[in-house]
């Protein structure tokens, strides 16, 4: 993949990407060019393959809720990488699990695999939200009904039977 | 660089024409040479090669210095004389 053998429109896209604006490419600036692109290269190799990278998690991440400043991906990535691993669980339990936990995390939804980083995690969009609420909202229910015959047994004891759910802080 | 030399005001004074390369501020023989022998060889040929690289000094300069070995002084004093050509009679 040496620069002299790309093709001119080729050239100009990588000047494009690392952001170096150019003129026409022909035979005379060609090697101009050429040369800046290896400067821009040597000092980031990665970068503008990694910009991409970027991009695209920043197109399908969805922050959750972050109790901290945003953190780097990595980090994130791989923890999240590791804990999945460990516990082996089909996507989703790890969901609702996820749910419960505090959430001190970023969440990502990675659709696309990237060429440099292979370590991201590929989850389904959207219906770890939906769980999550559903979720507490069973739990939400389930605790208002319990309280609600709890008051009803009480008020049974003491009177006779009336529904006032008031009562039942007495 | 406020001050300008005899050779730049009759640079920039006048259309260029078929003047040598040699014409060009910061241009003597030796870098003349270099430059004819790499095709540049009126200075009409190196204000093509400046107005390819869209005017911008920074390029040109870098490909003066490595096109002739001139130095950033010199190279900075062509482009210069380059611009001001340009903005008089482009």
Redesign the interface.
Known sequence: MSLSDKSNEEIGRLLAEYGI????I?G??R??YE??LEKAMEKAPAKASSDKTYYREEEEEITYITYQSPVTHETYAQADMLKRRGKAQPDEDEESDRATEPPIRITKRTANHSAVRSKEPVRKSGSGAWKAIRLLLLLAVLAAVLYYAYCRVINNEESTFSINVNSGEN | MSTTSQKHRDFVGEPMGDKPVTALVGIGEILGKKLEQQGFDKASVVLGQFLLLRKDSEMFTEWLKDASGANSRQAGSCAQCLREWCDAFL
Not at chain 1, 21 to 24: A, D, M, R
């Open positions: 604006k150019h003129g026409p022909v005379s600036t090697t101009l040369k800046k």
